[in-house]
């Protein structure tokens, strides 16, 4: 074969996800967008707020050449000043635009950050579950993708376990809080043990073992404290997007920080500009880069979450599912009712239920369901979530 291989691969085999929900998208124009529960997809189901719509009117007014035109490769400086000092007025940190490199969405922030760091042969944690994502920008990087499964009650990063799995070719280990595909928010007794461990290690090996914090979820949160990481640990590199905060997925808007307070700064900000060089991620969407001057502090509409997530919890519950309790994210980790999560998924397909299930993320026996869905997609599934419990009485 001429072409890449690897990403032939890549490409062949699908996001499961995806497929799971083009699948729910052909099966609705067949049978009524009504008759089916696609829990599939991570696709906020709460509008972007009405000060994004403004600020979109208002740049439209914009002369074309400069609403349209190339930005600095990381961004430009006043859409990089207004992030800095939003995470300055929350996080009681004095961060510089410079600091920042914008992106389009988490995926490139991760991708980015990824290429900034590891070298071939280089090995990168990750806690499953995981986001399947994950391996694929891990190994596109050049590194090896290291599962460590999290507590099996809690959910929360076992790091004993991140202990032994640490070797000479470990460069990062990545998280996700509030999680997907579970939704638990670390504690910040988790995140300061896992500091912890990446210290000691680090010391022990002489080389720094990075954190990657992926972000898209800090503001989606039921009540917990969800820690600023870089305060507890200072090699982390923080990945964020507005994909999920103001419901922008489609925008592609996100950035990179790499914190001021990271020992190996300087060097790693050329590394992740030379990184977005290399991949060829500059310049992210000049118009979205202009909504961020204007709503980087715009709440999160948590409320609507909230109520689909007590709906769901509630429903399933008397049903007799077990269940996390998400603490964060939209997301809800049901066990499956028998060992194989794709057995159970198929039987849910049949009556029109679309979970994913969770060999998608690295383990067996759970399947997740995305609740930024509306309400009534959550209330009208009950019935059918009753005919499936029973097929297992
Ligand atoms: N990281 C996690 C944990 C996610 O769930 C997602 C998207 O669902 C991403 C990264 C990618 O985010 P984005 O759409 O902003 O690229």
Redesign the pocket.
């Known amino acids: 074969m001429d072409i890449n291989e690897k990403s032939y691969a890549y490409g062949a085999a699908k996001s499961s996800i995806r497929e799971i929900a083009a699948y729910g998208a052909a099966r609705k124009a067949q049978i009524g967008a009504e008759n089916v529960f696609d829990f599939s997809?991570?696709n906020p189901s709460v509008p972007a707020p009405d000060a994004v719509r403004k600020s979109i009117l208002k740049n439209a007014e914009l002369p074309p050449a400069q609403l349209h035109g190339y930005t600095p490769a990381s961004g430009m400086p006043a859409a990089r000043e207004a992030v800095a000092n939003s995470l300055n007025r929350r996080f009681g940190t004095s961060y510089d635009p410079g600091d920042l490199y914008l992106?389009?969405?988490?995926?490139?922030?991760?991708s980015i950050t990824l290429n900034a760091i590891v070298n071939p042969g280089d090995e990168v944690i990750v806690i499953a579950p995981?986001?399947p994502?994950?391996r694929v920008w891990i190994e596109t990087a050049g590194a090896t993708c290291v599962e460590v499964m999290a507590d099996a009650t809690t959910f929360q990063a076992d790091t004993e376990a991140v202990a032994k799995a640490i070797t000479p070719k470990t460069k990062a280990v990545m998280i996700?809080s509030p999680?997907?595909?579970v939704g638990a928010v670390y504690t910040r007794q988790t995140l300061e043990a896992l500091a912890q461990v990446l210290t000691t290690r680090g010391e022990e090996l002489g080389h720094d073992i990075y954190l990657i914090s992926?972000e898209?979820?800090r503001e989606i949160t039921y009540g917990a404290e969800v820690p600023w990481v870089p305060s507890l640990y200072d090699r982390t590199i923080v990945?964020?997007?507005?994909?999920?905060s103001l419901s922008l997925?489609g925008e592609?808007?996100?950035w990179v920080l790499v914190p001021n307070t990271n020992p190996r700064h300087d060097e790693l900000v050329y590394a992740v500009a030379g990184a977005g060089r290399k991949l060829g991620f500059v310049c992210a969407p000049a118009l979205f880069q202009r909504v961020l001057i204007d709503c980087v502090d715009e709440p999160t509409n948590v409320e609507a979450y909230a109520t689909n997530r007590k709906a769901l919890t509630d429903g399933l519950s008397k049903l007799g599912y077990e269940y996390i309790e998400p603490d964060g994210?939209f997301y809800l980790w049901v066990k499956s009712l028998e060992p194989d999560a794709e057995a159970f998924f198929n039987k849910a397909k049949a009556l029109e239920i679309l979970p994913v299930p969770s060999n998608s993320f690295g383990c067996t026996g759970w399947v997740r369901l995305g609740y930024c869905v509306s309400l009534d997609t959550i209330q009208n599934s009950m019935p059918a979530w009753e005919k499936l419990r029973n097929q297992y009485k």
């Open positions: 997809l991570g992106t389009c969405g988490a995926a490139a922030a991760i995981y986001f994502e994950y996700d999680n997907n595909p992926d898209p979820y990945c964020y997007s507005y994909s999920k997925p592609r808007i996100g994210a």
